[in-house]
C-alpha cells in the first residue's frame, strides 16, 4: 500500500507527517519560510526518508497563504468586478464596505451590467452583447488580468454568468475568470465578494503551487499535489490555481479530521489549543460542522461553507496576569514561548508555566515555577478551564454533556476535566493533528442545483443528483468501494413558482493512489 | 429641527435592529444604502411632528417585500424615488415631507434615502414604534387614516397605485403587486396632512432608536454595561437572562415561526423563558407566566455586548439578556389590541402589559 504524506503550513510551524494507511509512521515540525519552498522542501525530506520516498503515492498540503494574504491585503493582483443586475442592485454597488486598504491593493473598477434573474428565473432585464464588449475593452485598456462575475440569482440559474466569462475569455486573451455560481450560496454581496477574493488571489495561486511542486520535487517525491479544502477534501494543483478561496479554512478542518483519526470517533467536539487561540469545532459523521450564515475574511462578508469555528484567546502562550484581577489571555508571547515564559527562564508568567507548575506538563525546567503558590496556580488554571466549557457549550447544539478531543500544541494547559464534556481525550500525536487531516482528506464530488417537481418526482430528482455527485467523485479520483454520501440537503424554494427544490448532494470517497 | 449624517446611519441601525423585536428585516441592507446616499447628498434634515404645518403633504416611504429575497437582489437607485413620485403623481401633488412607517429594522433606514435624493425634510416619528409584517398595523389605522392611495415601484420603472377603503385589503392588494415585481419593491403610502401627523403617527421614534444606538456603540466604547445604557434611552426593563437551550421554527403561511427556550443563570437561575415568534419576538412566558406581550417589545441582545440578535439568527448556546420595552400607549385601546394583539397573531392569551410604570411618556 502506498504511503501518504499530510502537510501543514501555519503561520509559524510547518508540521509534516508520513502515514501508512491510518498510521502515523513519522511527523515533523519545522519553522515556516517566508518562501513557499524552502519550509516545506525541509519538512517533508525529515518524514520521507530514502527508504520511504519512492513508496509516497500522494502529498496533501494545508495551507494558510490564500488567507493570510487576504487578511494582510498583500500579494492580491488588480481584479475587475462585473456583476449582471442592472437596473436591479445598483444601490449596493460591488466592493461596498470593503476596507479601503483591500480597495487598494485590487483597485476599484467595478461595473454594474444589464442582465440577471428575478427569484422566479424570469430575466431582470436581457443581457446587452455590446455592453459587455465595452466593459471587456475598458479591463484590456487598463492591463486588468482578472476578473469575478456575479450574476443575480446564479446560484438557482448559472447560464448567464457563464456566457459572460467566455465572452469576456474571448475578447481579453489569458484573462483568469472567477464565476460566483461555482463559489457561494444565495445572499448576493457576500457571494460577490467571495468571488472577487478568488479572482484576486490567482496570481498568487500560480506561485504557491508551483512552488509546493518545486517542493515537492526537491524533497526527491514525485507523487502528485494535492491541496486540502474548507471542507476537508481534496482539490488538484490546477483546481487549486482556480479556487484558491476555497482553502480559507482548511487550517480548521484538517485540525478536526485529524483529531477524528487520531481519536478514532465520527462524532465529537474538538478542541485545539494553539499558542494564542483555542479554536473549537464540531465533528459531525466524520465531518466539521459547517457555519450557517456570513462568515468575516479580512473584514470582508462572504457566506464560503467553512467550519462552524469559535475562537477565543487562550493558548499555551497566553499571559497571566493578577492586576486588577486574575486574567489569562488574550494577550500572548506566541511563537517566543521559548524566549518569554518562565519555564525557560523568561520574566512572562504564561498558561504553560501554570501546566507545569500543576505538574500536568514537563517543559522548560519546573523549578523556575517552583515558588508560585499553589492555590494560586489552581484557581489560574480553573479559570482557563472554565473558559473552554464557554466556550464549548456555544457550539454545542443541545443539552447534556459530549464527548470531546484535544488537540494541538497548547494542549497541555487543560489538565482534568472539563464541565460539559463527558469523556475528554488527548490522542497521541495529538499536535500535529493538522498535518495528519490534511493526509486523510479525501476526494469529494458535489451537485447543487434547482430542480423543478413538476415533470419528475423529489425521490427521482434526489437519485439522479446523488448518481451525479458519485460520478464526479469517481471522476476526481475516488475509490469506487469506498465512496459515501455524506450530504443529501433538499430545500423547498416555496416562494418559486413550478413547485421548485434546490437539492444539494456531497460524496466523498478516498483516493485511489498507484504506487 | 436637526441633521443627520453619513457617520450617523451606523447608530440608527443599530438602534432599529433592537426596536424590530427580532424582525423588521436584517438593516446591514437599509443600512448600506442609507450611508451611500447620505455620502453623496450631504446631511439631511430632520423635523419633530409639530414643526410640520398642518397642510403638509407628509407620505411614508420604504420597501416591501421577502427578506430572502431582498438579500439576493438587493434594488437599483433609480427605483428608490419611483413610488414617491408615482405617489405625487397621482396625488397631483408633491409630497413636503418623508416619514416612516416602521422604526423597527430595516424601513427605519429606508426613509433617509428619500430624504437625501429629494432634499425634502424627513419627519422623526412612525407608525408603529416597531416592527410589524403588515401595512395595516399601524397608528393611523385607528385613526382611520388610509395607507392609499399607496404607489408601488419596482427598479425598472413600473409602478402601480392601489386603493381601497380598507388598510387589511390595501395591504393584501399590495403584497400580490410585490410579488408580481419580484416580491420586493418600493412603497410609498400613507398621503397625510401634517394635521394628521400630529394627530396619529408616534413622535420621536427616529431620535429614540438614534439614541439607543448611540448608547449601545458608546457603552462598548467606555466599558459601561451596555444594557443599562440601552434601557435608560428606550424605557423597559429586563426581564430575563440566560442560555438558548432549544429552538423550533416552521414557515406558515409565508411567516417563520417558532419558539426558543431560554435556561435562566445568574439572578434567574433554576427559572425558563419561552419566546413565540412569527418574524417578531411576540409572548415571552417566564416560567409558563405571560411576561411580556405584543404589542410591548420583546428585544433580545447579546447578554455581554448588548447586539440585537434576529428571530432568524438565533440558535442554541446564544447567551442572551431579553428585554421587555412598553410599546407606545396608543396602542393599548381596545382597537389598537385588535389590531396588533397576541389574538390577531393567534395566541390564546390577552395582552400583558410590561410595566405601566416605565412606558415612556411621549
Known sequence: MALRVGVDVGGTNTDAVLMDDQRVVASVKVPTTQDVTTGIAAALGRVAGRNTVGRVGAVMIGTTHFTNAVVEARNLNPTAVVRIGAPATTAVPPLIDWP??????????????????????????????????????????????????????????????????????????????????????????ERENATVMNASLANLADDIVRGLRLAVGVAGLTAPVWMTQNDGTLMSGDTARRFPAATFASGPTNSIRGAALLANVTDCIVIDIGGTTTDIGV????????????????????????????????????????????????????????????????????????????????????????????????DSLALIEKKIAEAVDSVKTRRGAVDATLVGGGSVIVGGGIEGISRLVRPNHHDVANAVGASIAQVGGEVDRVVSLEDMSRESAVESARAEARQRCLEAGGLPDTVRIVEVEEIPLTYLPSNAMRVRVKVVGDLGLET | ????????????????????????????????????????????????????????????????????????????????????????????????????????????????????????????????????????????????????????????????IVDADDNRQIEEEARSVCIGMGASAFIALYPMTGAQVKQSMIPGTLSMAQAAGEALLAAKASGVDPIEAVLGQVGGRHVFAGKVVSVSRKT????????????????????????????????????????????????????????????????????????????????????????????????????EPIDNGSRRER
Not at chain 2, 94 to 121: D, F, K, Q, Y
Request: glycine share 14%; aromatic share 6%.
Open chain 1, 283 to 378: 465533528l459531525h459523521n466524520g465531518f466539521p460542522r459547517e457555519a450557517s450564515g456570513v462568515v468575516e475574511v479580512g473584514g470582508v462578508r462572504t457566506n464560503f461553507r467553512m467550519p462552524d469555528i469559535v475562537s477565543i484567546g487562550i493558548g499555551g502562550g497566553s499571559i497571566v496576569r493578577t492586576d486588577p484581577e486574575l486574567t489569562v489571555g488574550p494577550h500572548s508571547v506566541g511563537y517566543r514561548l521559548e524566549q518569554r515564559a518562565r519555564v525557560f527562564g523568561g520574566d512572562t508568567l504564561t498558561a504553560t508555566d501554570l501546566a507545569v507548575a500543576a505538574g500536568m506538563a514537563e517543559i522548560g525546567d519546573p523549578a523556575l515555577v517552583a515558588d508560585l503558590d499553589r492555590g494560586f496556580v489552581e
Open chain 2, 252 to 351: 406558515e403561511a409565508g411567516f417563520a415561526k417558532g419558539e426558543f427556550i431560554i435556561e435562566g443563570s445568574g439572578g434567574y437561575f433554576g427559572s425558563e423563558m419561552a419566546i413565540a415568534f412569527q418574524n417578531e419576538n411576540l409572548v415571552a412566558r417566564h416560567d409558563g407566566r405571560v411576561v411580556v406581550s405584543v404589542p410591548d417589545l420583546i428585544s433580545v441582545v447579546d447578554e455581554e455586548t448588548g447586539r440585537p440578535i434576529t428571530t432568524e439568527e438565533i440558535r442554541y448556546g446564544y447567551r442572551v439578556a431579553v428585554l421587555g420595552i412598553p410599546c407606545d400607549q396608543r396602542w393599548l385601546s381596545p382597537a389598537g389590541l385588535e389590531l396588533v394583539g397576541p389574538r390577531y397573531f393567534g395566541y390564546e392569551t390577552e395582552y
Open chain 2, 1 to 160: 429641527m436637526r441633521t443627520i449624517d453619513h457617520g450617523q446611519v451606523r447608530a440608527l441601525g443599530l438602534g432599529a435592529a433592537l426596536l424590530g423585536s427580532g424582525g423588521g428585516g436584517d438593516p446591514y441592507l437599509g443600512e448600506l444604502m442609507a450611508r451611500r446616499a447620505l455620502a453623496d447628498s450631504g446631511p439631511i434634515v430632520v423635523v419633530e411632528p409639530e414643526e410640520v404645518v398642518d397642510d403638509a403633504l407628509v407620505v411614508m416611504t420604504g420597501m416591501m417585500g421577502a427578506p430572502t429575497v431582498l438579500v439576493e437582489r438587493p434594488p437599483g437607485v433609480l427605483g428608490q424615488l419611483q413610488a414617491l413620485r408615482a405617489l405625487s403623481g397621482h396625488l397631483g401633488e408633491e409630497a413636503t415631507h418623508v416619514t416612516c412607517v416602521e422604526i423597527g429594522g430595516m424601513n427605519s433606514t429606508l426613509p433617509l434615502i428619500a430624504a437625501a435624493r429629494t432634499g425634502l425634510p424627513l419627519v422623526d416619528a412612525d407608525g408603529m414604534g416597531r416592527a410589524f409584517p403588515e401595512l395595516q398595523m399601524v397608528v393611523p389605522t385607528l385613526h382611520g387614516i388610509s395607507a392609499g392611495p399607496m404607489a408601488i415601484a419596482d427598479d425598472k420603472g413600473n409602478t402601480v
Open chain 1, 100 to 189: 479601503p486598504r483591500l480597495i487598494e491593493e485590487i483597485g476599484d473598477r467595478t461595473f454594474v451590467v444589464h442582465g440577471g434573474y428575478e427569484y422566479d428565473a424570469r430575466p431582470i432585464s436581457p443581457l446587452d452583447e455590446s455592453e459587455i464588449r465595452t466593459v471587456a475593452k475598458a479591463i484590456r485598456d487598463a492591463g486588468v488580468m482578472a476578473v469575478a462575475v456575479t450574476g443575480v440569482f446564479s446560484p438557482l440559474k448559472d447560464d448567464q454568468e457563464k456566457w459572460v466569462a467566455s465572452l469576456l475569455e474571448k475578447e481579453i486573451p489569458g484573462i483568469r475568470v472567477s464565476i460566483s455560481s461555482e463559489l457561494g450560496r444565495l445572499g448576493l454581496l
